[in-house]
């Protein structure tokens, strides 16, 4: 009898084990998720500011006119805006 208890008490702290392991792998990668998120926001609206302020721009050091910085600001944000990294899907998964 207890040896049978002793396996399913150790089969629960097994599996409560895993979960708390599966919890941290998602806690991680929604961190780093944050991180991105928060990096291209922090890029996009820097980039709105020297949009809105052309002499930021020239502070800013990015070796393009004042005058010009919109001209190329713009596109350069939409293209941002597309250059997501997509996950690489193996065959014969289900995602």
């Known amino acids: ?6 396996i399913i008490s150790e089969l629960i ?3 409560a084990l895993i979960g ?6 998602l806690e991680s990668r929604q961190l780093r ?10 890029q996009a609206e820097l980039t709105r500011l020297a949009m809105d302020y ?3 721009a020239s502070a800013m ?4 006119s004042s005058e010009d910085y919109r001209k190329y600001a713009f596109p350069g944000l939409i293209l941002d ?9 193996k065959e014969g998964s289900s995602r």
């Not at 708390?20 to 792998?25: D, E, K, R």
């Not at 050091?61 to 393009?64: C, L, Q």
């Open 1 to 6: 009898m207890d040896t049978k208890i002793a």
């Open 13 to 15: 702290s097994s599996i």
């Open 20 to 25: 708390v392991f599966i919890t941290l792998l």
């Open 33 to 42: 998720t944050s991180q991105l998120q928060a990096s291209r926001v922090i």
């Open 54 to 56: 052309p002499d930021i």
């Open 61 to 64: 050091g990015f070796g393009i």
């Open 81 to 89: 805006g597309t250059r997501r990294p997509q996950r690489k899907v």
